[in-house]
Structures are given as C-alpha cells and as structure tokens.
C-alpha cells in the first residue's frame, strides 16, 4: 500500500498531468502561493470539518439550522414545489435531510468533490428513503455544473447551504450563480450566507481553541503530497486565519515557520521563513449585499430569514 510510485507511473504523470495536478502546480508556483479550498476535503478534511461544526466557536452550522428550524414552513411556502433538489458541496447530506419533510423532493442530486465521503453518506440515505431518487455525483462543480439527463428539468430547486459560496470571490460567486440560473429555469435557489460581524466573533471561529480548524488547514499539505507526489512536511507549517475587513472576507492562509523546499516530480518551490500559501477566502454579507449579487445573477422574488442574532442568512430567490 505505501509503496513507491512505479518509475513508469512518475513518468506518465510528468507527461500527462491531471487538470487537478495542473491547478495545483500552478497555485504553487505563482506568487503569493495560493492553492484553491476545494482541495481542502479529501476524506480527512470533510471529516474534520464536520467536527469543526460542533466546535462552540464555529457559529453558522448552529444559526443556520436555527433559521430552518424557525423559518422552515415560510421558506418552503417561498419555494414551492419540489421536484429535485441538487445539493452543491453535500458532504454527509444531513442539512438537506432535515429538508425532506418540508420540501418533499422526489429526486435528490447530491453533488461533491469528496466522493468517498459522499458515497457512504447516500449508502446511508437510500435506507433510510427508499422511495426518493437518489443520484449522487462526486464532481467539481466550481467551474463547470453538467446534470445528467435523468433529473428532470422542472422545478429544480439548487441548495447551496452552509455559506460556502463565501469560498468564491464575487466575480466568481456572481458566475457560479448564472450557472446555477442556467440550469433551472423556472425552478429556484436556496442558499446559506455568512455575514460581516465582529472579528471577536469572526477569527475564533476560524481559530478554534482545540485548534481543529488548523488541523483543517494543515491537512491540505497531506492531500497535496498525495494528489502531487509532492514532501511537504506539515510541522514546517503553521494556520494563520485573519479576517480582512477591507475585503470583508476571513483569509487562512499556511506560513513556513523556517525557510523550506517543496518538491514534486517536474517541479520544487522554495518558500522563506513567514512566506504564506493562501489556501480560503471565506467571505461575509450583508443582507443587503448579497441581495445585490443575487440581483446582478439575474435572480428574482428574494427573500430572506436571519437566526435571532442576525450572524447568518438564509436566501431563497427564483431563477
Ligand atoms: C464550508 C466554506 C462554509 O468558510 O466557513 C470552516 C469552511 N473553513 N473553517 C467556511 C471552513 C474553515 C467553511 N465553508
């Protein structure tokens, strides 16, 4: 299991690098060093974020589901009927099962990049629903969303919980929501939205005490030697997460602690002492400027549910 790559497997990957590997060099080399939080979730990683929402400190999961809880019938009133709901990031798939009873689809599409992590969570799901279709994807859909043909095209409703469309930068957001619109026509969009508040409340969530976020964080060097070939050494590297008001967005970023070489077949990066590798952008709304970005994305009827704090946001619009 832990042998070494064949010699013909180390050249066939120098020839013939993945669209994956490719990102992930070119990340790598650019200046400041950046690598995309989509690789964050290997197995491990969707794990430990899965942990990171119980920690005190990571607010949204509990806000969030505190709006559903609070607000569910007027947000399934708002939406209407269902006939599929394409969850984009489902990881376990628990906040869309909660839905099930309010929205009552009869087709879920489930859509992840960690697709062993998604696997297990629908072998569970068929189980528990034998009656719901359940097609389950384990895709990349930040720059490209193809549905097979058989979800229908009639009242899809795209659940994007979570705020992990924070993850995106607003051109980017903006893009992912007109190819979100592209795709269900007359059908709607539900989605999470974390918004600005204080750094007190803000850097811890990312900064947790049991420091499980940087562990998190770290992880990525792991997923990267795996997916590159590459030596990181995680005890060179320390989390850093900040929130940049400025750009109203938390930055998490990795910083060698010592000058140290990254090397990987075809390629090596040396990096100083506090150089950093930007590994999230996780950005914060006001409802007000995620009403304009939906605006902007073409969207129509929106509405909006806050928790009782007013730290978190859910948005329901038409397509
Ligand atoms: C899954 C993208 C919503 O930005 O809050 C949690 C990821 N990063 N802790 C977020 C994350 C560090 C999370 N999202």
Excluded at 196 to 219: C, G, I, W
Aim: aromatic letters at 10%; hydrophobic letters at 40%.
């Amino acid at each position: 299991l832990f042998a070494p790559a064949a010699p013909e497997f180390i050249a066939q990957h120098l020839q013939h690098p993945s669209p994956e590997q490719l990102e992930l060099r070119d990340g790598l080399m650019d200046h400041p060093a950046h690598v995309d939080p989509k690789f964050l979730y290997d197995a491990l990683g969707s794990a430990l974020f899965t942990a990171i929402t119980q920690l005190p400190e990571y607010y949204p999961t509990r806000c969030e589901a505190e709006i559903f809880q609070r607000h569910g019938g007027d947000i399934a009133r708002h939406i209407g009927p269902v006939q599929s709901m394409i969850d984009l990031g489902a990881g376990d798939c628990v906040k869309a099962e909660r839905l099930f009873p309010s929205l009552r689809p009869r087709h879920y599409v489930p859509i992840d990049i960690s697709a062993d992590y998604l696997e297990s969570a629908v072998r569970r799901l068929r189980l528990s629903y034998p009656g719901l279709q359940i097609t389950a994807l384990g895709q990349d859909f930040s720059h490209a969303l193809a549905l097979p043909p058989s979800v229908p095209a009639e009242q899809r409703l795209f659940f994007y919980p979570g705020s992990s469309i924070g993850n995106l930068s607003p051109e980017d957001a903006r893009a992912m929501l007109q190819r979100i619109r592209g795709q269900c026509e007359g059908g709607g969009l539900l989605v999470g939205v974390d918004r600005v508040k204080s750094r007190q409340v803000l850097e811890p969530a990312y900064d947790d005490a049991l420091h499980l976020t940087a562990a998190f964080n770290l992880n990525l060097l792991r997923h990267i030697n795996s997916l590159l070939d590459a030596d990181f050494d995680v005890e060179d590297w320390r989390h850093v997460a900040l929130f940049n008001s400025a750009r109203s967005r938390i930055e998490m970023h990795l910083e060698a602690q010592r000058a140290v070489r990254v090397a990987w077949p075809g390629g090596q990066r040396e990096f100083s002492a506090g150089e950093r590798i930007h590994t999230e952008n996780s950005y914060k709304f006001t409802p007000q400027s995620f009403a304009d970005l939906l605006a902007s994305a073409g969207y129509r009827d929106v509405a909006h549910w806050s928790d009782s704090r007013g730290w978190f946001s859910i948005f329901s619009a038409r397509a």
